[in-house]
């Protein structure tokens, strides 16, 4: 059929049309064979294909009896190729950028959620009184805590992450949480975490617009957002980048996202010896396709002389910072040049993992890998045995455990940690 599709092209160049509509009609029938067959799902039969390929056979051969040059014939192939890569990668992409809308569609059960507590924010002004003496809290600067930062618009999947990690800690009281989220989830996460019971940890939220400094003239993304073509860009999640910057006065802190469950005490995680690194994360380069080369264009001499395309990838989701080792180092400022570099999408497409990569190269230090179990958003086949020994699981993917879409062997992982007694939940999800 390729073959094929090269002399087509030929023959229209040589205007000889009745020979490209003959060709076009047998790979019209090559495909229809090989759509029926993926219908049934089973093989295409020899006395299927015979017919189909005896005749393509023959019109090839008359094509190359029209003396078209072998030369030509490569060139046509090679451009033919060309487009059909350009095309797959154009459909790889897309197909990402569609599986990350659907994992962040938020379901009616939670619309809803978010629309009565942000109700409850704007007309109960004891909750707003509440907010403001939380705001001026000496704990949440107090280093000889525990602190954990969670960026998400979500609000029920924030609380499973706060009540997992609180649940398993051994001294709750001892716990900070820092919460930050847009402008329209803010009076919902303001609301949700002032009115439940978090067994004495501290919880602050804060509104990532009321940034200042998060501004064009500063960070890139934010200058990336006005484009057009960077809709699928979110700024909570490059928040990240940016934590010494939110937390000007804290030395230490554990990121979380927000499809992660903790399942064990994290707060051993401070004292980790990170060996003058700034990032300790879990590897994922037990499987070969989470290598540098696979997230990176290195056929770009910016990447290719700068970074090892077989360096081992590690996973975002359940990260401790050393923020004065990140101070040291400037990472944002790595971060920032190649945010720069990557204006025109030619070093990497999508996502936070490649420009982390990026800008942590050389300052990551390998974690035990209990401590960071992935794929529950998308692997069906994960050893429980390796589900238990985690301290966190993450749901990445696109099969997030509050949509329906959901596996359902996981599914239970998350749910547990869900307020069931809080009576919107009640009212808009169980319903």
């Not at 064990?264 to 690194?277: A, C, E, I, R, Y």
Request: net charge neutral; aromatic share 12%; hydrophobic share 45%.
């Amino acid at each position: 059929m390729t073959l094929a599709k090269a002399y087509v092209i030929i023959a229209k160049e040589h205007n000889n049309l009745h020979l490209a509509w003959e060709l076009s009609k047998r790979i019209r029938s090559c495909q229809l064979l090989l759509s029926k067959a993926a219908m049934r799902g089973e093989p295409i039969t020899a006395e299927e294909a015979e017919p189909v390929i005896s005749s393509l056979s023959y019109l090839i051969f008359k094509a190359q009896d029209s003396h078209y040059d072998i030369a030509t014939t490569i060139m046509t192939m090679k451009s033919h190729i060309q487009a059909l890569e350009e095309r797959a990668n154009a459909a790889t992409v897309q197909s990402t950028v569609f599986g990350q809308l659907v994992a962040e569609a938020l379901p009616k059960s939670l619309h809803c959620l978010k629309l009565k507590l942000t109700t409850d924010w704007l007309s109960k002004l004891p909750l707003q009184a509440l907010a403001k003496e939380n705001v001026n809290s000496p704990r949440v600067v107090d280093n000889n805590l525990y602190h954990f930062c969670i960026f998400s618009d979500n609000v029920l999947a924030t609380s499973v992450v706060v009540n997992s990690t609180i649940s398993n800690a051994d001294h709750s009281k001892q716990l900070v949480f820092h919460i930050v989220t847009n402008g329209v989830n803010f009076g919902a996460m303001q609301a949700w975490f002032l009115t439940n019971d978090f067994r004495g940890a501290a919880v602050e939220v804060q509104n990532a617009e009321e940034f200042s400094w998060l501004n064009v003239s500063y960070a890139p993304v934010v200058k990336q957002l006005l484009d057009k073509e960077s809709r699928y860009l979110s700024l909570l999640n490059h928040l990240r980048f940016y934590i010494p910057e939110i937390y000007p006065q804290l030395e230490k802190i554990v990121f979380l996202d927000d499809d992660v469950v903790v399942q064990k005490d994290l707060t051993q995680l401070f004292s980790l010896n990170l060996h003058g690194n700034v990032n300790g994360a879990v590897e994922t380069c037990l499987e070969s396709f989470h290598r540098y080369y696979k997230y990176l264009n290195f056929s770009n001499p910016i990447i290719s002389s700068k970074f090892d395309p077989q360096a081992c990838g590690w996973a975002f989701g359940m990260n401790v910072f050393d923020l004065i080792a990140w101070r040291t180092a400037n990472v944002t400022a790595r971060y920032h040049f190649w945010q720069e570099q990557n204006a025109d999408r030619m070093l990497w497409k999508l996502g936070t993992l490649p420009p982390a990569l990026l800008a942590f190269y050389g300052l990551t230090e390998p974690l035990d890998r209990r401590w960071h179990v992935l794929g529950l958003g998308y692997d069906m086949n994960i050893d429980d045995r390796l589900i238990e020994s985690a301290a966190v699981v993450h749901f990445n993917g696109n099969m997030k455990p509050w949509l329906r879409l959901g596996i359902s062997r996981y599914k239970p992982l998350w749910k547990r940690y869900i307020n069931e007694s809080h009576p919107y939940y009640g009212d808009c999800v169980t319903s």
